[in-house]
């Protein structure tokens, strides 16, 4: 069983930063892992995502450079560093993981709860 709980997020400034943690728990090495947001009213949509093999990242995608993926094995921890952020930033960040590399939300079978990234102007 995989698990993902999702912590990191808050009100921040315009030009801030923020970073996200996603602890694991279950067999997740092979899968790949990734960021998802929803703002209101909005689709969900991917923000960065990368499969871990042996000790390389590879398959490492990014919506924007301002924005990166990141693991920490002994933590079983994926991060999302984000910088720079901007009102359009604003939604709920998921952490999610599927058996493939793919940017789209429907081939993901496993979920975090959701942390909110609120970013004022």
């Known amino acids: 069983q995989v698990q993902m709980v999702e912590s990191g997020g808050g009100l921040v400034q315009a030009g801030g930063s923020l970073r996200l943690s996603c602890i694991l728990s279950g067999r997740t090495f092979t899968l790949y892992m990734g960021w998802f947001r929803q703002a209101p009213g909005k689709e969900r949509e991917f923000v960065a995502g990368?499969?871990?093999?042996?000790?390389?990242?590879i398959n490492a995608a990014s919506k924007e450079d301002r924005f990166t993926i990141s693991r920490d094995n002994a933590k079983n921890t994926v991060y999302l560093q984000m910088n720079n952020l901007q009102p359009e930033d604003t939604a709920v960040y998921y952490c999610?993981?599927?058996?493939?590399?793919?940017?789209?939300?429907?081939?993901?079978?496993?979920w975090g709860q959701g942390t909110q990234v609120t970013v004022n102007s």
């Open positions: 990368f499969r871990w093999q042996g000790s390389a990242m």
């Open positions: 999610a993981a599927a058996t493939y590399a793919t940017t789209s939300p429907r081939e993901y079978s496993y």
